[in-house]
């Protein structure tokens, strides 16, 4: 049975006093609301221990990292830096990295197998462009970027990650994947891990809000939410993490 999981995306969003404010608001809503889901918040770096002081029910994410392990890489971060400051998941290949700063599905990759490498859980982000869909690509598009990890022949490639589909039309945006359309990419997802997708969490992300959340989280294969915008308000994203109960 996979549990829930709805994991913030802050993205490059407030400061040190919203942090704080919007975690303290957080944590007692999900408390008041007996909300079951796991919850995972990704603040900027700089937030990170700011953060992992208040966490409450929720764990700590970050956003990316480097796939390098250590070294003369200024302005990078690594997954065991990432560990020593609390954080459990990392979001890697996020379409926003993919697009504005040209992670391609190797990079990704090497993201990927670093974060493994050092016990971090990916939370790895695959979804097609608009274009891609209109062409009919959605399922390539999604198959050429898990099978990148796939090719590295990690050990356990599945175990201990998650991963979301993220169609990057729906990425702030307001426009939502229906349910159906959803299901149908998470379950081809699902089937493209193998034998260990049967166990892996598979979040969608795109404009999830209290309104849309529980008729995505009712589809078999679509196991919690990656959030962006919706994670910036306490209320909101409350509701979407007991839209799980
Ligand atoms: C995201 O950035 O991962 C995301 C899903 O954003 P939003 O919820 O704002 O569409």
Redesign the pocket.
């Known amino acids: 049975m996979r549990k829930t999981l709805v994991a913030a ?1 802050w ?1 490059m969003h407030g400061t040190k006093a919203f942090a704080v404010e919007l975690l303290e608001k957080l944590n007692s809503g999900l408390e008041s609301g007996k909300c079951s889901a796991q919850v995972v918040i990704c603040p900027p770096y700089p937030y990170l221990g700011v953060v992992a002081d208040k966490m409450g029910q929720a764990e700590l994410g970050a956003q990316n990292l480097s796939e390098q392990p250590s070294g003369a890489y200024t302005g990078e971060v690594s997954a065991e830096m990432l560990l020593d400051c609390g954080a459990r998941y990392a ?1 890697i290949g ?3 990295r993919r697009s504005l700063y040209g992670e391609g599905n190797e990079l990704v990759a090497a993201k990927y197998a670093a974060a493994k490498a050092a016990g971090l859980i990916p939370i790895l ?1 695959v979804g097609e462009s608009l274009e891609e869909r209109e062409a009919g690509k959605t399922l390539q598009i999604v198959a050429e970027q898990i099978q990148a990890v796939i090719a590295l022949g990690l050990p356990e490639t599945w175990q201990n990650a998650v991963v ?1 589909y ?1 169609p990057v039309w ?4 307001g426009k939502t994947a229906t349910p159906e359309q959803a299901q149908e990419v998470h379950q081809f997802i699902r089937q493209q891990l193998g034998e260990a997708g049967g166990a892996t969490q598979i979040l969608y ?4 809000k209290a309104a849309n959340a529980e008729e995505l989280f009712a589809k078999p294969d679509i196991d919690g939410a ?6 910036l308000k306490a209320d909101e994203f409350t509701k979407i993490c007991c839209a799980a109960n």
């Open positions: 995306n993205k979001i996020h379409s926003e982000c979301a993220e729906a990425i702030g945006t992300g795109g404009s999830v990656l959030v962006g915008g919706a994670s």
